[in-house]
């Protein structure tokens, strides 16, 4: 569908860069007339909506430093554009925005879906509703926080089994033969116990969040560990440390993950 607007800047927060990428390229593929800006995490993204204020704004609740309504709840009300919620989360959350009628993105979506939220989000910009749809952002953060949601801490079930597919047959990889995972491009290379090796086409943000961080944990963008088949913990000195798995495979683990894999793992 082509846009009567001459040109929309369109912002994609996201703090996987496969995400960004995905989202740009259907941009790109897109009839729309688009500028496309990005941001990596929360504070960037406020940075750039204050600063560029983009017609629109692809927005992934769940970032490494704060969620997609922290980073609304920062920006004055009256720069705040259309926003498609992109997210994991399909509990409590998109109920929410489809009570108000708010547009999102549930991963793994596909690109008709995209196209389809795009549309829509243009189609409220050639109508001058943006004002509408600041009273219904507004609504939303209210509604979220009223019933203590905009942490998601609702409960979800994990995955059991990863189902990898190569050419016409199906793998099933049950998560705790898995001894390590590492980003690949596109995909997720995972490596098993009795040294299999899988390539699955995800992200390492999707595949995380679908693992039980009790045992799959991830310790930096590029890595997720089995807690269970860890060798040893090294502190490398000033406040950083790796690990070392049980096949001598060694990780580090950046600044973001660290408490999390600390708390895990029971250092103090």
Same mark, same amino acid.
């Not at 491009?185 to 595949?207: C, D, P, Q, W």
């Given at each position: ?5 001459? /040109? ?49 704004? =692809?927005?992934?609740?769940?970032? @490494? ?26 509990? =409590?959350?998109?109920?929410?925005? !489809? ?31 943006? !004002?509408? =749809? ?8 209210? &509604? ?12 979800? /079930? ?7 597919? /190569? ?9 705790? @033969? ?21 390539? &699955? ?27 269970? &088949?860890?060798? !040893? ?16 495979? /060694? ?12 708390? &895990?793992?029971?250092?103090?």
């Amino acid at each position: 569908m082509k846009s009567n607007i001459e /040109s929309i800047k369109v912002l994609v927060v996201d703090d996987e860069a496969l995400a960004r990428k995905r989202i740009s390229n259907f941009l790109i593929e897109g009839l729309w007339a688009v500028t496309i800006l990005q941001a990596s995490n929360g504070k960037e993204s406020i940075k750039m909506l204050i600063e560029e204020k983009p017609d629109l704004v =692809f927005l992934d609740i769940k970032m @490494t430093d704060m969620t997609g309504f922290d980073v609304l709840k920062q920006i004055p009300k009256d720069i705040i554009p259309i926003v498609i919620f992109v997210t994991a989360f399909n509990d =409590f959350a998109v109920n929410a925005f !489809e009570v108000q009628a708010i547009d999102f993105l549930l991963k793994p979506y596909k690109k008709d879906r995209f196209i389809a939220a795009m549309e829509r989000g243009v189609q409220q910009l050639e109508l001058y509703k943006r !004002e509408a =749809f600041q009273s219904k952002i507004i609504e939303l953060m209210n &509604h979220m926080t009223a019933n203590n949601a905009t942490s998601f801490s609702t409960p979800r /079930s994990y995955l059991e089994n990863i189902v990898v597919k /190569s050419n016409r047959a199906y793998s099933f990889i049950p998560t705790d @033969t898995i001894l390590y995972i590492k980003s690949s491009a596109y995909y997720a290379e995972i490596f098993t116990v009795n040294k299999g090796k899988y390539l &699955h086409r995800i992200s390492m943000k999707e595949l995380a969040f679908r693992l039980d961080p009790t045992v799959l944990l991830r310790i930096n963008r590029s890595a997720i560990i089995n807690l269970k &088949h860890i060798k !040893e913990v090294i502190s490398e000195g000033m406040g950083d440390f790796s690990v070392v798995m049980n096949d001598k495979s /060694s990780f580090g683990i950046s600044k973001s993950y660290k408490t999390a894999f600390l708390k &895990h793992v029971g250092i103090k």
